[in-house]
């Protein structure tokens, strides 16, 4: 669902694998800012690097229902 939170800490989420649609497969490798603002820096295939704002990614982290 759009807009729904991420649950767990920074740290929880560093290194999570997560699927996104665009780029495949990647992990997050960075969680900065707070509240509703923080944004994910998730490291994909080839060592390509994309940002996020991170309360968009919870339908795509890996093992999420």
């Known amino acids: 669902p759009k807009g729904a939170m991420?649950?767990?800490?920074r740290s929880d989420l560093v290194g999570k694998k997560i699927n996104y649609p665009?780029?495949?497969?990647?992990?997050i490798i960075r969680?900065?800012?707070?509240?509703?603002?923080?944004i994910a820096t998730i490291e994909f295939k080839d060592k390509v690097q994309r940002t996020f704002v991170l309360r968009y990614l919870a339908v795509y982290l890996?093992?999420?229902?």
Request: hydrophobic share 15%; no cysteine; glycine share 28%.
């Open 31 to 38: 969680i900065d800012g707070t509240g509703d603002d923080q």
């Open 6 to 9: 991420v649950s767990g800490t």
């Open 62 to 65: 890996e093992g999420s229902s």
């Open 22 to 27: 665009d780029y495949g497969m990647g992990t």
